[in-house]
């Protein structure tokens, strides 16, 4: 069964940094592409960052870029998203997601909340 | 990297049709054929119910189909079951290794 389990959400103050992990189990982690896509409780998906299988390719949206980073261990079958320089419109559950046909993702992970406050 | 636009809501009775447009632009829903269309519940993760523009995954409805013109991609949903309620968002490859979401339908079914 593919699995994806987002971990390392939680409380940090404007300008901190949080690096959020995906556990991923269930199929071959090395073949697939990731993402990382957000969303305010309430309000729309918000497309964050993705990855290629061996980190040549990545894209980061906008208003990311510089500041979080996306990786990915496969001998560890893991996705991170580096945040760096957290602001309070930051805050969100942030979900990984494979991408298992072009620009189709077809397994999510369940989320992980950040809140960036003081 | 704006939002692709969509409706804030679409509404039909049980039975009928309901089209959600998702406007871009030609840097991406006009430049790909990389649109896709997600289902999602309250609650819930995201569902990949349309992927290269008109494609479903294996276990998708065949009452669910996407089509595009210029700029524009479309959901339509026939024969509208309760189930079906849910808010729905469109994604576009928009070169580079981005992509945007669209900014979201709720779908009502009356």
């Known amino acids: 069964e593919v699995q994806l389990v987002e971990s390392g959400g939680g409380l940090v103050q404007p300008g901190g940094s949080l690096r959020l992990s995906c556990a991923a189990s269930?199929?071959?982690?090395?073949?697939?592409?990731m993402h990382w896509v957000r969303q305010v409780p309430g309000k729309g998906l918000v497309w964050v960052s993705r990855v290629n299988t061996d980190e040549s390719g990545i894209g980061h949206a906008d208003s990311v870029k510089g500041r979080f980073t996306i990786s990915r261990d496969n001998a560890k079958n893991t996705l991170y998203l580096q945040m760096n320089s957290l602001r309070a419109e930051d805050t969100a559950v942030y979900y990984c997601?494979?991408?298992?046909?072009?620009?189709?993702?077809?397994?999510w992970g369940q989320g992980t909340l950040v809140t960036v406050s003081s | 990297q704006s939002a692709l636009t969509q409706p804030p809501s679409a509404s039909g009775s049980p039975g009928q049709s309901v089209t959600i447009s998702c406007t871009g632009t030609s840097s991406d829903v006009g430049d790909y054929n990389y649109v896709s269309w997600y289902q999602q519940r309250p609650g819930k993760a995201p569902k990949l119910m349309i992927y290269e523009v008109s494609r479903r995954p294996s276990g998708v409805p065949d009452r669910f189909s996407g089509s595009k013109s210029g700029n524009t991609a479309s959901l339509t949903v026939s024969g509208l079951q309760a189930e079906d309620e849910a808010d729905y968002y469109c994604?576009?490859?928009?070169?580079?290794?981005?992509?945007?979401f669209g900014t979201g339908t709720k779908v009502t079914v009356l």
């Open positions: 269930g199929f071959t982690f090395s073949n697939y592409w």
């Open positions: 994604s576009s490859y928009a070169g580079s290794n981005n992509f945007v």
């Open positions: 997601a494979r991408e298992a046909v072009p620009g189709g993702n077809d397994y």
